[in-house]
Nanobody, 118 residues
Framework: QVQLVESGGGLVQPGGSLRLSCAASGSIFSILAMGWYRQSPGKQRELVASIYNLGYTNYADSVKGRFTISRNNARNTVYLQMNSLKPEDTAVYYC????????????WGQGTQVTVSA
């Protein structure tokens, strides 16, 4: 089993920055990739960014050039640096971990609220 603990959310002005952190523990050797999803009221959860264990990354078009996903393998931690934040970035952000075994359910953190407002 894998446990994910998120931190770093909060209230920020438009154009500001936040860095989210996700610390993984447990059977971390079983993780293929990690990423960040977000969900706002009335909308489906959407992928923001992901990073695979060899360093490959991908981003939603809406955040390219503004957000950066990275890892600290020694600490088993994934980060999401969010710059030039917009009101439409407001959502609950969830850390995600995908097992190597495609038949297993993904692991999820509890979420951290990000609010971008003047």
């Amino acid at each position: 089993q894998v446990q994910l603990v998120e931190s770093g959310g909060g209230l920020v002005q438009p154009g500001g920055s936040l860095r989210l952190s996700c610390a993984a523990s447990g059977s971390i050797f079983s993780i293929l990739a990690m990423g960040w999803y977000r969900q706002s009221p009335g909308k489906q959860r959407e992928l923001v960014a992901s990073i695979y264990n060899l360093g490959y990354t991908n981003y939603a078009d809406s955040v390219k050039g503004r957000f950066t996903i990275s890892r600290n393998n020694a600490r088993n931690t994934v980060y999401l640096q969010m710059n030039s934040l917009k009101p439409e970035d407001t959502a609950v952000y969830y850390c995600n971990a995908k097992p190597f075994n495609a038949g297993k359910v993904d692991y999820w953190g509890q979420g951290t609220q990000v609010t971008v407002s003047a």
